[in-house]
């Protein structure tokens, strides 16, 4: 749990970093779009969560052919505790615009941990019918396909 302001700041700076970045990989009115987007709420957001996975020390069962099985449990565990906190009225927002070796150096994680998300936890800045994006016109949703075998 992030509460040091300093801290803050220096996972801000990052995503600032990044954000200019991607903003470069759009032209006309997409870029205008995406640099209107309020893509973070780092220092706004009463909880910072960073959520970090640590490679087990020795073999783990069911990982034998998938290894990365681990990270996806903790990804799971992300999409449990986002579906918690919206049953609780609450929001969350993955900052996905984020250096996981820049996050390492700006938060304390354990040895040998990678930080997989930053997380912004607090009440929502809006009540949206619809998801933000599409509501602001950046993409539709994509209807599930789904192949039956």
């Not at 990270?71 to 986002?82: D, G, K, Q």
């Not at 936890?121 to 933000?132: I, Y």
Request: aromatic share 6%.
């Amino acid at each position: 749990v992030i509460e040091d302001r300093g801290v803050r700041e220096a996972v801000h700076e990052g995503f600032r970093t990044v954000r200019r970045a991607e903003s470069e990989r759009f032209d006309g009115r997409r870029r205008e779009l995406y640099d209107s987007l309020r893509l973070e709420g780092i220092l706004q957001a009463p909880v910072g969560l960073v959520v970090s996975h640590r490679p087990p020390a020795g073999p783990v069962l069911g990982t034998t052919s998938v290894p990365a099985a681990t990270e996806y449990s903790v990804v799971a565990a992300i999409t449990l505790l986002w579906l918690a906190v919206t049953a609780e009225g609450l929001g969350m927002g993955w900052v996905s615009l984020v250096d996981p070796d820049h996050l390492s150096d700006s938060v304390p994680v354990p040895d040998g941990a990678r930080p997989l998300a930053y997380l912004c936890l607090g009440h929502p800045a809006l009540e949206l019918d619809e998801p933000l994006l599409q509501t602001v016109g950046w993409g539709r949703r994509s209807p599930l396909s789904v192949d039956w075998v």
